[in-house]
């Protein structure tokens, strides 16, 4: 069953973080180191909520974006495409992560050949039934077609991305065929272009607020966006998906350079490997 998932793995927040973690757009707004600490403990502890067993890898501050692990691999039924991130400046983060799925959960490693690929977790969108991938400034047409070597028993479709850092900066996955999304003209765009490349039919929950549509759903639970963050789109996910499992998180300081619910987790189907 997709979104089902007993295991992940996150990496904390280092001291560089707050002053060298990347921004999609230049800003001057600071980032309250501790505050962005607490929010992401807060995060992992709903993960082990929801029952996910979560390895927590330490903080290196020579990659001030580590905590970001979503960008570093594609995972799906036990192969683990190792991504080749679209800034320079994080190849290196894939380095921490392919050791601790070989080490930890002994997945299939899929490897980029082509040197001229890029590709960012986060510009991967896998909807249960099939992927679509984001043409944004980190991933280009290489990076999808190792998306689509990686996982060739799925339809991979390509999406441009216009205006935002990733495809999962605008649409993510609010529950079973159920895709949320921003309501600004360029996620209107992605929208209509999934709609036309996609092989599925999906329900849509429009959210004021492009930045909450990106929430998190595993076992069963949405995790998304808090009441103090984003009022309006907080009561879009009450109003329509309030009968599930929902648990509001506020993420305020790690959004600040541009992170996000489904940024700083990889979830792995398959189980952890205990070696006596």
């Known amino acids: 069953m997709s979104f089902v998932f007993r295991n992940a793995v996150v990496c904390r927040i280092p001291d560089s973080f707050a002053k060298e973690a990347l921004r999609y757009k230049p800003s001057d707004v600071e980032v309250n180191l501790e505050k ?55 190849r290196k983060e894939v380095e921490s992560i392919r050791r601790v799925l070989q080490r930890e959960y002994k997945v299939d490693l899929y490897e980029i050949a082509d040197e001229n690929a890029t590709i960012d977790g986060g510009d991967v969108l896998f909807t249960g039934k099939e992927f679509f991938v984001g043409m944004s400034s980190r991933t280009n ?6 998306v689509a070597n990686a996982f060739p028993d799925y339809r991979v479709s390509s999406i441009n991305v216009p205006d935002a850092l ?13 895709l ?6 360029a996620a209107k765009k992605i929208l209509k272009e999934l709609e036309l490349k996609g092989e599925y039919d999906y329900e849509t929950l429009t959210l004021p607020d492009d930045e909450a549509a990106n929430c998190l759903y595993l076992n069963g639970t949405l995790i998304h966006c808090s009441k103090e963050e984003y009022p309006e789109s907080y009561k879009v996910f009450e109003e329509r998906m309030g009968d599930g499992r929902c ?8 959004r600040k350079v541009d992170g996000g619910f489904t940024c700083c987790s990889l979830f792995i189907g398959k189980q952890r490997v205990h070696i006596q």
């Open 166 to 178: 990733h495809l999962t900066s605008l649409v993510s996955v609010a529950g079973p065929d159920v």
């Open 247 to 254: 648990i509001p998180l506020d993420l305020g300081e790690i």
């Open 180 to 185: 949320a999304v921003g309501a600004s003209n």
């Open 141 to 146: 047409q290489a990076g999808a077609l190792a």
């Open 36 to 90: 962005a600490r607490r929010q992401h403990e807060a995060y992992v502890q709903n993960l082990r909520r929801v029952g996910v067993d979560v390895i927590e890898l330490p903080a290196d501050e020579a990659l001030p974006d580590c905590p970001f692990v979503e960008d570093t691999a594609v995972i799906h039924n036990g192969v683990a495409l190792i991504t080749r991130p679209g800034h320079p400046a994080r």
